[in-house]
């Protein structure tokens, strides 16, 4: 019981930390604190997973919890994230991204539409080489976990696959394999609302994970 109720408190907090869900956590923030205390208790879900956006979010991170442990994250399972977030009436949902796009602030360039498919080809690859050495632990290096998760959150957001939502495919390749290993969440502030995170993701653009590694310890939610 007790873990239910600090699995639901975590994903409210990873709703929280999403840019898109700032419209539905100011109306909730408008709330009295006895009103919001009444409401988040008897409810068996996050306040913000009411909102259409929070729904999809929460369902990704429901599936998450009911699959990490037996699906390892591939290519397949990122594009399925993306899936369960993105609207499910469009045909973009899953699919990736054909054209070229800049990210504003950010100084480095993102993977050409056209070299999308190759980079997720070569992430992919990638994962499945790291997480065949992680199964293969014993004991189990917590700080090894940590460092592959962080880096497949960065370089998901380096080639930036879909058209939309790759902050929230990101996090939540990220979240899959430390909860695949049993670790806890790492949820990151909002973006626009942490300078301190777009620093460590700017250091780490440029060879440096050192910074958003730390950082990311300073997000640690155990469940």
Known sequence: MFRRWRLKKIHARFLES?????????????ASRF???????????????????????????QW????????ALQEEVVRHYHKLVFMKSSSEAGSYRKHDI?????????????????????????????QEACDAMKPRDEERV??????THHKIGLIHP?????????RLAMNHL???????????????????????????HNGR???LLEFARTCVQQV
């Open 64 to 71: 998450l919890e009911a699959n990490c442990r037996e699906r």
């Open 35 to 61: 009103r919001r205390w009444v409401l988040e208790t008897i409810s068996p879900l996050p306040l913000l997973g009411l909102h259409e956006d929070g729904q999809r979010l929460l369902e990704a991170l």
């Open 162 to 170: 879909f058209v939309d939502a790759n902050g929230r495919v990101a």
């Open 102 to 130: 800049e990210i504003e602030r950010s100084a480095i360039r993102r993977k050409p539409g056209q070299k999308v498919p190759s980079g997720m080809k070569a992430l992919d690859s990638w994962l499945r080489t790291c």
């Open 18 to 30: 999403c840019r898109n869900l700032n419209d539905g956590r100011a109306y909730w923030d408008q």
């Open 178 to 204: 430390l909860r695949r290993y049993g670790l806890g969440y790492v949820i990151y502030p909002a973006l626009s609302e942490s300078p301190a995170f777009w620093d460590a993701l700017q250091e780490a």
């Open 209 to 211: 994970i050192s910074s």
């Open 146 to 151: 940590l460092k592959l998760a962080v880096e």
